[in-house]
């Protein structure tokens, strides 16, 4: 809370500097955001190369020991404080007002603010770039210059928050997935909709043969349904109404409605329908790698973190309501069994209990969200609770995993669906012959295959495990004559994904192109390694390690 | 063409002896259709079991030796011999007059016709089914009754046809589907959205994990690609314009049309773009199980054989111009292996020539489509030619397998396309560094999983080949005592997919359904096979072929 404070008046500071640098500038707004702030910007042309210049104009306004002085003004006095700045005056017809004045800039604003500019550190705020952005975020308006910077209370924090960040940059998964060469964004097909190359269909292969065999042999059944269906299935699962913001238009097909599908769970309840379910079949899990399409505002979109279609590993889960704790309790095991298969260790867990708007009795709830504690409990697992952060539906549990450098990312998450069952009018006949109404459960392990390979590269930095890796072994010969021999290798290794570099370039050029492509080991075979049967090895991250038998090293690996 | 005309004929006389028997009918149109002939009325209220009845009135009408006369009429005259016929006054308005006159039957017909019924042999032909027709095939249009006749020169061949029809009927992959648990299709979902069930998507995974092997094998790179796209992609490639009555109503998204994928095409172009191309590199070869939507008329969808969304087994290879004739070769030896893995061993081949309207010049035509035929003479396979058969953009080859009755189902095809490079771009460097067009193919094998799942279900009436069958072995223990023993079975053949049907029913009602489900392999365990470390086991089409011990069981398979 102090933190915001700070960064929201130093969004002003930043305002009033500006100001003094660049007098004719028009003032946009300028709130505190996560770890910082911004100020928009009209009639203001400069480069990053000028935001050094603001920044010190900043800590010269903080060291003078301003005042943040605030005042209720009538809609007239605003009129005549703003006269020469246009959005503060079309602010003013729709705000209660009052403004604040940081030395000599006013601006518009409800606070709250620091007192003094000696409350912030000058040490502990940097700014760190520019970026275009609409007046309103609405792409009719006129576009502003945006300067974003970031704070904390000590420069410590803001050390470390820049550390993290370079961390993060060297990592980002839209970078590493153009260097290894798995996937393309490409505005003529739209923003949001990846294609898939050669290596990242490979990465997505081994992780969905990985989840086919993983959930098939813990019971699931795997289904394959279309990408489009009639919208009254969503309309009868209430999505329609819920989540309407996130679907794309209707298209008409024979004068009806159908919808390119924003989530599998109507197919799944037709496919359990499409016969009589028995308490013996019970509990029936429903798997399914579905691709879904969800509308994001154009400016959210990320990489493979967010986008507008994406492959769910969806599962449904009908059980009888006896049968939920043990359910929950293999499910949660086994998920996280399969998180840490990929290397994903660390986790913050989250029980999200009863909203104030809910569907079901209270009864339903009890023993749901008592069932996702007993689940917890069971495997010794610590959560936190978020009070009223479940859907309307039923109570939740969600899993973030932490990546390499501490950060969270949402993926798992298991709900159980008080609606569904009920909308659809769902049943399964229980031991004395009566219909009864099974209990759903939605679950998603990775969350989707875009957004966890996308967390993967991050994790890694791109240096997947071996079993991920779409290319684990490159063969380079050392020459024309050794080709042949490469060959001879490459046949040994056949049970790995291997490629021979054997065109006309140096082996050194070569081993760099493999480095950056983060090949896990790269062999280079020249006379001795042709007589020796053997292969000189670079494994990633170690460099040389060295000769070795081609028996040896497939032990090895 | 003769059959043809006695088809039609008898279409006539069909609607003659309708007009005895039914004085009021209204008359629709009759024209001849592959195998047979049809008429549409109106006011006629029948069931199947009235047909003999009218089959009889007709064979009683070729036999009086009829003649059939035409006479050229005025749109007067028209008015008044169809006064109380409005469905033939309609077509009075806008149809080139003549008519044809059989018995007591007047009807507005061009011809040609029999000239007198005793061309007609009357055991030939038979009439089929009722079914619902609009009228004009306009579904704002009234609904007519459409009475079906099949029709051939001789007894012995109509006896063939229908002999062949029931056989087919008995292949109905709709009804083997259900049977087999493998698919449903769910009117609430959409018409031609099959939804695959476990069963089926077993059946999926299977099929496409052999093609991801022996096409990565192959040198194929595996493409992912989304399921919409902008709608100036299919501009730019021309299916806009071409092909739009099969294309949905394009999804605005931020002020841009985005189209569900009629076709994988343009993404397959958007990732070959997304670097520079050598000469060095080609053959480039795209393959993605890519779905995609199409609209059909719904009277024409049909199972799996005929559906809105399909999974292509799609690739796009782009090759130099003096790569074609190789890359083309082995295409289709490559193509014909697969297409025998899967029991077709029977193929039409047609080879398809350049089309009046066409592009690019005169030698590259002659070019690729001597490459076509190289290639069918190299592998010495025998092909018809479709003079003028292909598509505007190149020459191409299909093959359409043969199944275990012999009907012939289009499947693969290999398109030349000198559109596509040239709409888009695209380029390679040669190796004196200059850009050049590549050539591309367009090719599938399996045509879609789900029309090849079809196809593979007629062909294998539902028993489907071991290594196909989504469950291979059932273990069915005696008694409750032998449960254990059974699951122990189950441990030892663990590379197979088995289920362990040990429900509280009979042994002998479990074996019953495992016949209707086609199992390949039904074992059954008491206490002899307990005590034997055996199983007792029925194979599919053989019933009970001894006992066994385990290992022996699993050499044999």
Same mark, same amino acid.
Not at 17 to 24: N, S
Not at 64 to 77: A, G, N, P, Q, V
Not at 224 to 246: A, C, V
Not at 373 to 390: F, I, N, R, S
């Given at each position: 809370?102090?933190? #915001?404070?700070?960064?929201?008046?130093?969004?002003?500071?930043?305002?009033?500097? *500006?100001?003094?640098?660049?007098?004719?500038?028009?003032?946009?707004?300028?709130?505190?955001?996560?770890?910082?702030?911004?100020?928009?910007?009209?009639?203001?042309?400069?480069?990053?190369?000028?935001?050094?210049?603001?920044?010190?104009?900043?800590?010269?306004?903080?060291?003078? #020991?301003?005042?943040?002085?605030?005042?209720?003004?009538?809609?007239?006095?605003?009129?005549?404080?703003?006269?020469?700045?246009?959005?503060?005056?079309?602010?003013?017809?729709?705000?209660?007002?009052?403004?604040?004045?940081?030395?000599?800039?006013?601006?518009?604003?409800?606070?709250?603010?620091?007192?003094?500019?000696?409350?912030?550190?000058?040490?502990?705020?940097?700014?760190?770039?520019?970026?275009? =952005?609409?007046?309103?975020?609405?792409?009719?308006?006129?576009?502003?210059?945006?300067?974003?910077? *970031?704070?904390?209370?000590?420069?410590?924090?803001?050390?470390?928050?820049?550390?993290?960040?370079?961390?993060?940059?060297?990592? #980002?998964?839209?970078?590493?997935?153009?260097?290894?060469?798995?996937?393309?964004?490409?505005?003529?097909?739209?923003?949001?909709?990846?294609?898939?190359?050669?290596?990242?269909?490979?990465?997505?292969?081994?992780?969905?043969?990985?989840?086919?065999?993983?959930?098939?042999?813990?019971?699931?059944?795997?289904?394959?349904?279309?990408?489009?269906?009639?919208?009254?299935?969503?309309?009868?699962?209430?999505?329609?109404?819920?989540?309407?913001?996130?679907?794309?238009?209707?298209?008409?097909?024979?004068?009806?409605?159908?919808?390119?599908?924003?989530?599998?769970?109507?197919?799944?309840?037709?496919?359990?329908?499409?016969?009589?379910?028995?308490?013996?079949?019970?509990?029936?899990?429903?798997?399914?790698?579905?691709? *879904?399409?969800?509308?994001?505002?154009?400016?959210?979109?990320?990489?493979?973190?967010?986008?507008?279609?994406f492959?769910q590993d969806?599962?449904?889960?009908?059980?009888?309501?006896?049968?939920?704790?043990?359910?929950?309790?293999?499910?949660?095991?086994?998920?996280?069994?399969?998180?840490?298969?990929?290397?994903?260790?660390?986790?913050?867990?989250?029980?999200?209990?009863?909203?104030?708007?809910?569907?079901?009795?209270?009864?339903?709830?009890?023993?749901?969200?008592?069932?996702?504690?007993?689940?917890?409990?069971?495997?010794?697992?610590?959560?936190?609770?978020?009070?009223?952060?479940?859907?309307?539906?039923?109570?939740?549990?969600?899993?973030?995993?932490?990546?390499?450098?501490?950060?969270?990312w949402q993926c798992s998450t298991?709900?159980?669906?008080?609606?569904?069952?009920?909308?659809?009018?769902?049943?399964?006949?229980?031991?004395?012959?009566?219909?009864?109404?099974?209990?759903?459960?939605?679950?998603a392990l990775l969350g989707s295959?875009?957004r966890f390979?996308?967390?993967?590269?991050?994790?890694?930095?791109? =240096?997947?495990?071996?079993?991920?890796?779409?290319?684990?072994?490159?063969?380079?010969?050392?020459?024309?004559?050794?080709?042949?021999? =490469?060959?001879?290798?490459?046949?040994?290794?056949?049970?790995?994904?291997?490629?021979?570099? #054997?065109?006309?370039?140096?082996?050194?050029?070569?081993?760099?192109?493999?480095?950056?492509?983060?090949?896990?080991?790269?062999?280079?075979?020249?006379?001795?390694?042709?007589?020796?049967?053997? *292969?000189?090895?670079?494994?990633?991250?170690?460099?040389?390690?060295?000769?070795?038998?081609?028996?040896?090293?497939?032990?090895?690996?």
């Amino acid at each position: 809370m102090k933190l #915001d404070i700070i960064r929201h008046s130093l969004a002003h500071i930043l305002a009033a500097a *500006v100001k003094e640098l660049y007098p004719r500038v028009k003032f946009g707004i300028g709130p505190a955001i996560e770890n910082g702030f911004y100020y928009d910007f009209d009639k203001l042309k400069i480069s990053d190369t000028d935001l050094p210049k603001i920044e010190k104009k900043m800590k010269e306004i903080i060291r003078k #020991d301003i005042k943040f002085k605030k005042k209720k003004i009538s809609k007239k006095e605003a009129k005549k404080i703003f006269k020469t700045q246009p959005y503060k005056l079309e602010l003013s017809e729709t705000k209660s007002l009052s403004i604040y004045q940081t030395g000599d800039f006013i601006d518009l604003c409800k606070g709250p603010h620091v007192k003094s500019s000696k409350e912030i550190n000058p040490n502990a705020f940097k700014l760190t770039k520019l970026a275009g =952005a609409y007046w309103k975020g609405d792409e009719k308006n006129k576009m502003l210059t945006r300067i974003y910077g *970031v704070a904390f209370e000590t420069k410590k924090e803001l050390d470390k928050y820049l550390k993290i960040q370079q961390e993060a940059e060297k990592r #980002d998964h839209r970078k590493l997935g153009q260097k290894l060469e798995l996937f393309s964004i490409n505005e003529e097909v739209g923003a949001g909709l990846p294609l898939w190359h050669g290596k990242g269909t490979i990465l997505r292969h081994i992780i969905e043969n990985y989840l086919y065999e993983e959930l098939t042999s813990q019971g699931y059944e795997w289904l394959t349904t279309p990408h489009i269906g009639k919208l009254s299935l969503w309309k009868t699962s209430g999505h329609w109404d819920f989540y309407r913001e996130n679907i794309y238009a209707p298209i008409k097909i024979d004068k009806e409605e159908y919808l390119l599908k924003p989530m599998n769970c109507p197919f799944h309840i037709k496919v359990y329908q499409s016969k009589i379910r028995s308490y013996k079949d019970l509990p029936i899990k429903f798997a399914e790698l579905g691709t *879904v399409y969800r509308y994001e505002k154009s400016g959210v979109l990320h990489g493979l973190t967010r986008v507008r279609g994406f492959t769910q590993d969806d599962a449904h889960i009908f059980c009888a309501p006896d049968q939920l704790s043990n359910e929950l309790t293999s499910m949660l095991k086994y998920g996280l069994k399969i998180l840490k298969t990929f290397g994903f260790k660390d986790y913050e867990i989250y029980l999200s209990t009863r909203p104030k708007k809910f569907m079901g009795t209270l009864k339903m709830w009890q023993k749901a969200t008592n069932s996702l504690k007993y689940a917890c409990d069971k495997l010794k697992l610590k959560y936190q609770t978020d009070p009223e952060g479940g859907i309307f539906y039923g109570p939740k549990i969600d899993i973030k995993i932490k990546d390499s450098i501490g950060r969270p990312w949402q993926c798992s998450t298991f709900q159980i669906d008080f609606n569904l069952p009920k909308a659809f009018n769902i049943s399964y006949i229980d031991k004395k012959g009566k219909k009864k109404e099974p209990i759903l459960i939605h679950r998603a392990l990775l969350g989707s295959l875009e957004r966890f390979i996308g967390v993967l590269l991050e994790h890694y930095e791109g =240096a997947l495990p071996l079993w991920l890796s779409p290319v684990q072994i490159w063969i380079i010969p050392v020459g024309a004559r050794h080709k042949k021999y =490469a060959k001879e290798v490459e046949k040994e290794l056949n049970l790995f994904r291997i490629e021979v570099k #054997d065109e006309n370039e140096t082996v050194s050029k070569k081993i760099r192109q493999g480095e950056i492509q983060k090949i896990p080991y790269i062999l280079v075979v020249g006379d001795k390694e042709m007589e020796n049967k053997s *292969v000189r090895i670079r494994q990633r991250g170690k460099g040389d390690i060295g000769e070795m038998k081609i028996d040896k090293f497939i032990d090895k690996i």
